[in-house]
């Protein structure tokens, strides 16, 4: 088996003909569509040309971009992959321009319902016309937009690109040495207690070196979200952000309720893992992620890959196969080396029906389980081949259905034959994964909210801002957390709260892990006669509401219910780690 990916069937090299066309063809489809737009012909033809034409676009731009985003995924040196990325990334900033022409042009029909009936390719596309149609009501005037976007680069934009350089050249001074960030905060990981103390408050000291030029920019960020709301007609930004997600108020309202009803059962976990640990009012910030029991059990690639192909050769044969494939027609770049970055990331590409994997694959359960999750995207990309290209994209909330479906399968899997220690230990994986995803998001949540509301009238100070989070913590960790170790600085950490556009991107998480194990709830309960139903599932992820996509497999997410019961699945891994802990303590 191959341990890197194969990228020919992008293109040859950054000076393949074919990628220099593609490039001059993305420049003249512009232009071609702005022409588009601007001829006379009968509305309904219009409309399929200009439907065809995008999708075009997309297919060409997608394509391009992935062979320049992968190649220097994996060689972070690469000049020639960087040019390319760097005109690309000017060429979509005008098919950007194209496409809001275009919205804007959707939503000055007068009879879109008609036009979408009398027409096959039309009706395929009956959602994204119809989002396209609420969208024109939210845009600039097209005189402004233009000049938005530019104020915007030396606003919002400057301020991110201002935090990423303060970010990334911020250094921590630890026991005599110098580290990034990164390898500061790596350390709550670490087996050793001592040094998971001493990295978290190295890393609180090095905040002050930043905090004044944060605050400004988030101060700066946040302000300009809100003026843009105000310019493009919405009531607030949370409301804009559900919108763009594809999500309601009730939906999220229902989530959060849920979550917060399970807040007592968190605390018990997190008061649980504090004895165990030795410490006695909860737990230390810097514990939060402290290893429990021994899983020193390690795979080589091969044993990975049979695990897999066990496990999901049973589940979902029709998967298992995809997976297979995906090993076999190098799928995946597998193996940490110098010049590739970290982390692990699934790309897809619709026009060729091929995803490509990124991991770091070094032998700990967690490296089988994130290549369980990357196929898991994979296999929705492949579910998602049917639908029409710009219906081909799920919203952030659902984003992660199929990744975390993967991994809870895997896990339930491996769960059946392991012994104590190894079950304790991948129980207690889990329950730091649930309470990120439910309490600290909670946390996060709850601190954007007061940002946005403070930002109303003045930039909050970096005194305001650490009372904010502080609040925001005990709100949503309570008793868990020990009193006097919290993070007031985790606004300067988390880079969620300074993405230029993209804001509250806290409670897709929370959506995500909880989705994916209601629906795998529904697979423990039915078997294998599920499995049309959550390959269907998958299939309309791009072309509804998020409503509509759960409510298709019987889930309604706007019932505080629903999410109850897929607290129950967390609550039960709570009480079994409590009792375990207990026993443990007892020894
Ligand atoms: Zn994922």
Redesign the pocket.
């Known amino acids: 088996m191959e341990s890197t990916w194969d990228l020919s069937v992008f293109y040859q090299s950054f000076s393949d003909p074919a990628l220099l066309a593609d490039i001059q063809a993305i420049k003249a489809m512009t232009a071609e569509g702005n022409a588009l737009l601007a001829a006379e012909l009968p509305l309904q033809e219009k409309l399929e040309r200009i439907i065809a034409h995008l999708e075009a676009l997309s297919n060409k731009l997608s394509r391009a971009f992935l062979y320049c985003q992968l190649t220097l995924a994996v060689e972070a040196e690469n000049r020639e992959a960087f040019r390319t990325l760097e005109e690309l990334s000017a060429l979509s900033v005008d098919a950007q321009v194209l496409r809001s022409a275009c919205t804007r042009f959707i939503g000055e029909l007068d009879d879109l319902e008609s036009l979408i009936a009398g027409s096959a390719k039309l009706t395929a596309n009956a959602f994204i016309l119809r989002e396209a149609r609420q969208e024109a009501k939210h845009m600039l005037p097209e005189s402004m937009e233009k000049w938005m976007l530019r104020m915007s680069l030396s606003g919002g934009d400057s301020f991110q690109k201002l935090r990423d350089q303060l970010m990334g050249t911020l250094t921590v001074d630890f026991q005599g040495n110098s580290l990034p960030l990164p390898a500061i905060r790596g350390k709550a990981f670490d087996p050793d207690a001592a040094v998971r103390k001493a990295a978290y408050e190295a890393e609180l000291a090095a905040y002050p070196k930043v905090a004044l030029p944060m605050a400004f920019c988030l101060g700066g960020i946040k302000g300009e979200a809100l003026t843009l709301c105000e310019a493009r007609n919405y009531p607030d930004v949370l409301t804009q952000q559900l919108a763009e997600s594809r999500m309601d108020h009730e939906t999220l309202d229902a989530m959060l309720t849920a979550i917060r009803e399970a807040l007592p059962d968190f605390r018990r976990y997190l008061k649980a893992k504090a004895t165990l640990l030795g410490h006695a009012d909860g737990l230390p910030f810097y514990d939060l992620f402290a290893p429990v029991g021994d899983d020193v059990q390690t795979y080589t690639i091969e044993e990975a890959r049979a695990l897999i192909a066990d496990a999901f050769g049973k589940a979902h044969p029709a998967m298992a196969a995809f997976m297979d494939q995906a090993f076999e027609n190098r799928w995946i770049d597998l193996y940490p080396r110098e010049g590739k970055e970290g982390g692990a990331f699934c790309s897809e590409n619709h026009e060729l029906g091929i995803s490509r994997i990124m991991t770091n694959f070094v032998g700990s359960y967690g490296d089988v389980s994130t290549l369980a999750?990357?196929l898991g995207?994979a296999w929705h990309a492949r579910c998602l081949e049917s639908a029409p290209i710009l219906m081909a994209q799920p919203p952030m909330p659902l984003?992660?259905t199929a990744?975390t479906f993967n991994e809870t399968l895997l896990a339930q899997t491996v769960l059946e034959t392991a012994n104590p220690q190894r079950a304790f230990s991948m129980l207690e994986s889990s329950l730091v994964e649930a309470t990120q995803c439910c309490v600290d998001i909670l946390s996060r949540y709850l601190f954007e909210s007061a940002v946005f509301e403070a930002r109303k009238t003045h930039t909050p100070t970096v005194e305001e801002l650490r009372q904010m989070m502080l609040a925001a913590q005990d709100e949503a960790y309570g008793d868990g957390l020990a009193a006097d170790t919290r993070h007031a600085d985790m606004w300067i950490n988390k880079g969620h709260y300074y993405t230029v556009g993209l804001h509250f991107y806290n409670f897709p998480y929370a959506f995500g892990l909880l989705f994916g194990l209601g629906v795998f709830q529904r697979y423990r309960k039915e078997g294998k006669a599920f499995l049309p139903q959550y390959d269907a599932l998958l299939a309309r992820c791009g072309s509804d509401t998020v409503a509509n996509v759960a409510a298709s497999i019987g889930i309604d997410v706007r019932s505080v219910d629903y999410w109850r019961s897929a607290l129950d699945v967390v609550r039960g891994e709570i009480d079994e780690f409590v009792t375990l802990a207990q026993k443990q303590a007892a020894r």
Do not use: G, K, R, Y
Request: negative net charge.
């Open positions: 999750h990357e995207h984003a992660e990744s």
